[in-house]
């Protein structure tokens, strides 16, 4: 690692600055916040004991929050209170039930039942508001980590970027083509309004064919609430793809200049294992032909994206199928046998049009603003920008919430929480989801709102061999 | 025993008499490949859509089916017989030096299969050579199905060098016995022999066996072939150790019955073979298929266990979904009752009958391929990412899906009508051990 990356990672002088202001915006002690943190890297280096951290601040931390239940001896503590633990447990810090920028107009587009269906007005709030517990007490006696730093604490984990490795493993060096973009999508779940605008968008852009969603919306139901909730679910872009992993041909891989994962149509033998081995269920396979001229055809991509600047380049191949590289990756329908998924409108991203280049059809189809694309590495990119807002605004709403508000029940269950989706799987997507993350027991739901209402097809298209049906 | 005693006229029989019932047989393997090849000829035509296969994920289907489960059926039958062989020669075990060299053809047989169907379930398969040499050196470090290539090609390496090594020897010594018109074939086999190189040949035979005993539980069955499922975290049915023990256990199931049954068939079409392949060797060949039908029984008794106590979500619906199964309870039948026939004979409650093993052999070896295809299927079926898990999803194959599994059978079986018509598909070895048993009463 060079020194530079190791300033950025430790906890320099613009970290202190930053986390300063953080903290001095809630109402603990800033001081106290501060040492405990640098305390935790040593922790994290080896330098103290677990115990001694504990130790250190605790007459501090039990002046400041009135408790302090932290263990201060890890293997010797007294259990801690169980509805304290419970409580703390069950409240993601970050899951304030503040909505998000877009949550209004979310809302107002449901009311207007202007998509994919509503199965309710909001379930029933099971909360533990009068449990004796106000949630600023939760928060005081998870200590100070989950107090002050909270809204902070996303850009501390991840100074450099989403996945730190990634900066370790491809380092940024003048003059080369690596720059150490990593694109990707930060999806606000809680925005969307399941009209599938951004599957549609996303079948008319890139003439897939029927069946092939590549960019698909689930619809699911939790057990214990009447309303619909929604994923939208592109290809991940991981970090570190199994389908890439997989390939025995490296027909799959990802592009080094902006980690987009592609497929080389030139390569591929059609084997699908990347399909197998993808956790997401993005890939789509070439059954059939594909159809080169009409509606969903070869023949209207090319037309559609025959004016892109780039393309004039005479060291470019005349195509907009074919990549900056020179490589058969973008695009339409992948010959019949081979597989094909969201290859990220690489069309745009090497268009040559400032306009096209890092958005995606999806995101511009998007009327609610819930998909933001971007390079997520960079901390000025309007997904870590939007990942900021939200943060910005679970902390400056306060703990609390304003029951005065008519919608505050509504707004009672939702769980502003930024996740990955099957994240266990050690993929490192590159998608992050703003908004409720689906439990172990939530169930897709083709209705109301099924997929063909929207004209799209979810099945593959058949084939009819008179002897064979 | 009352038979006359095998001897080296017995082996080169089948060489020279093609009988009717030899053409019958041709004829029926022929019109079953042919069959195959037409329907790989659609296949070509439209591509995959003519197969029930389809997009897992909102798709709803499986993308791996019956090509894939009929692969791993073929694999596992030629590992199987790999190790039957190795073992035979490792640990000179003479009893069932008979069938030493029918497994290894079983091998080389089964094996070509397995690579045809692979061929037949890719896309692009016109690309296969090229795509995977260019990117060998970097894929071979990643992923499971390079490793699969690598492995299934120095099997095929090692069972055809041990073949050709032994095969010398005794084509030099029935030379005279065999047909002139196949002279241009055996030089080639006794390429610069002499008859000193076979104590050489029978130790470097030796050292092969070695090597594939120590290599097939982690290369064959019990390593490479399993790992393409059982590394695959995003599909709890496959995933996990237990599946390569799965594996392993199938495979020599189905091999014991593959070796058993082409060994039955020899008896039965050919004189005096009762004495070349004497009962006792099949009565072993059961007794080994017996205790690996047990293991795979046992084993799968673990994995259904596990996935209906207090499995996690997706290990516990792909369980469910096994036992709600009718298919998977005809495959554990198909296993379980030739276990329990083989149990019986040993025990003496039943009496040992020739046409019992054969039809005990069949059921196993038709249980192994629809135990494997289903364990294909449903790993797709229900997938880790449970909102997929709702998704109701079904997998019939086609009757194009469906001629693949025959027409790599009657092609098999021309295999071994061609094989048996060129070389003794049993050593002299075998037979000079019964001749110096009897000289020595």
């Known amino acids: 690692m060079s020194t530079e990356e190791s300033v950025k990672h430790s906890y320099g002088p613009e970290w202190e600055e930053e986390s300063r202001e953080v903290l001095s915006e809630v109402d603990f002690d800033t001081e106290l916040g501060m040492e405990m943190a640098k305390d935790a890297e040593k922790l994290s280096k080896g330098e103290i004991s677990e115990e001694e951290f504990y130790s250190r601040h605790n007459e501090k931390v039990q002046e400041e929050f009135g408790i302090d239940a932290r263990p201060t001896d890890p293997r010797s503590s007294e259990p801690l209170d169980k509805d304290t633990v419970e409580d703390a447990l069950n409240d993601d810090v970050v899951a304030e039930p503040v909505p998000s920028k877009h949550a209004e107009r979310a809302k107002e587009a449901r009311q207007e039942g202007g998509g994919g269906g509503d199965g309710g007005d909001g379930g029933d709030g099971d909360d533990d508001d009068d449990s004796g517990f106000s949630r600023r007490t939760v928060l005081k006696s998870v200590g100070v980590a989950a107090a002050g730093v909270a809204a902070g604490t996303w850009n501390q984990r991840n100074p450099g970027g989403i996945w730190d490795e990634n900066r370790k493993i491809e380092p940024a060096g003048p003059g080369t083509s690596n720059d150490n973009v990593q694109m990707g999508f930060v999806i606000d779940n809680d925005a969307c309004i399941g009209g599938a605008h951004c599957a549609q968008a996303c079948e008319f852009e890139n003439q897939t064919p029927d069946g092939a969603l590549w960019q698909f919306v689930f619809q699911f139901e939790e057990p214990d609430r009447d309303e619909a909730e929604f994923l939208v679910r592109p290809c991940q872009h991981c970090s570190d793809p199994p389908c890439v992993k997989v390939c025995p041909v490296r027909a799959r891989h990802k592009r080094t200049s902006d980690g987009i994962v592609l497929t080389d149509y030139d390569i591929c033998i059609g084997c699908r294992y990347c399909q197998v081995a993808c956790p997401y269920g993005v890939n789509y396979f070439q059954w059939g032909e594909p159809k080169m001229e009409g509606p969903q055809s070869v023949g209207n991509f090319k037309e559609q994206n025959a004016d892109l600047p780039a393309l004039d380049d005479p060291d470019r191949v005349d195509d907009p199928a074919y990549d900056k590289r020179g490589k058969h990756v973008a695009g339409p329908q992948p010959e019949k046998g081979i597989m094909g998924k969201c290859v990220f409108c690489v069309h745009r991203q090497d268009s040559g049009d400032p306009e096209l280049e890092g958005t995606t059809a999806c995101y511009e189809a998007c009327p609610v603003d819930a998909i933001h694309v971007g390079d997520m590495n960079d901390p000025e990119s309007k997904p870590r920008q939007y990942l900021e807002e939200v943060a910005d605004e679970v902390k400056n709403s306060g703990a609390g919430y304003d029951t005065t508000d008519e919608d505050s029940e509504w707004q009672r269950d939702r769980h502003v929480s930024r996740w990955r989706f099957q994240e266990d799987r050690g993929t490192k997507p590159n998608v992050i989801y703003v908004g409720h993350q689906p439990s172990e027991d939530a169930k897709w739901v083709d209705e109301p709102g099924a997929y063909e209402d929207y004209g799209l097809e979810r099945e593959r298209e058949g084939f009819d061999l008179e002897s064979d049906h | ?441």
Do not use: C
Not at chain 2, 144 to 166: G, N, Q, R
């Open chain 2, 1 to 441: 025993m009352s038979m006359p005693d095998a001897s080296p006229d017995d082996l080169v029989r089948p060489i020279k008499k093609p009988s009717k019932k030899f053409f019958l047989l041709a004829g029926l393997s022929s019109v079953a490949a042919v069959i195959f090849v037409i329907a790989y000829g659609i296949q070509l035509a439209n591509g995959l859509a003519v197969t029930n296969l389809s997009d897992w994920g909102s798709g709803g289907g499986v993308t791996w089916g019956t090509y894939i489960g009929t692969f791993i059926w073929w694999v596992g039958i030629a590992h199987g017989g790999i190790i039957i062989s190795a073992a035979v020669r490792l640990l000179k075990i003479e009893k069932y030096e008979p069938v030493a060299r029918i497994a290894e053809l079983l091998t080389i047989g089964a094996l070509s299969m397995a690579g045809i169907m692979i061929i037949v379930h890719l896309g692009r398969p016109d690309r296969v050579v090229w795509s995977v040499v260019m990117s060998y050196p970097t894929t071979v470090h990643t992923s499971p199905l390079a490793w699969d290539l690598t492995v299934i090609t120095l099997y095929f390496v090692l069972t055809a060098t041990y073949l050709s090594l032994t095969l010398r020897s005794d084509i030099y010594r029935l030379r005279d016995k065999l047909p002139d018109i196949l002279n241009p074939v055996y030089s080639a086999i006794l390429f610069r022999y002499d008859p000193d190189e076979d104590p050489v040949v029978e130790r470097m035979a030796w050292w092969l066996a070695l090597a594939i005993i120590i290599l097939a539980p982690l290369l064959l069955h019990g390593g490479v072939i399993p790992w393409l499922f059982a590394l695959t975290s995003s599909t709890p049915g496959w995933f996990g150790g237990l599946t390569a023990p799965q594996f392993l256990s199938a495979a020599l199931t189905s091999a014991m019955g593959g070796v058993m049954l082409v060994a039955l068939v020899f008896r039965k079409l050919y004189t005096n073979w009762e004495s070349v392949i004497p009962d006792e060797v099949i009565w072993g060949l059961g007794w080994w298929m017996g205790i690996f039908s047990l293991i795979f029984v046992w084993l799968q008794l673990q994995r259904n266990l596990v996935g209906s106590y207090a499995a996690p979500t997706g290990v516990g619906k792909v369980a469910a979904a096994t036992q709600a199964n009718p298919v998977y309870w005809v495959a554990m039948l198909l296993i379980i009752l030739p276990l329990a026939y083989v149990a019986f004979q040993h025990f003496g409650i039943l009496n040992f009958s020739l046409r019992g093993m054969a039809v005990a052999a069949i059921a196993v070896i038709l249980g192994v391929l629809i135990e494997k295809t289903l364990f294909t299927v449903e790993g797709l079926l229900y997938p880790a990412t449970r909102l997929y898990g709702n998704v109701p999803g079904s997998y019939v194959p086609t009757p194009i899906e469906l001629a693949s599994i025959l027409g790599t059978t009657g092609l098999l079986i021309l295999f071994f009508m061609g094989v048996s018509k060129l070389i003794p598909i049993v050593e002299m070895k075998a037979v000079e051990h019964h001749e110096s048993e009897e000289g020595g009463d």
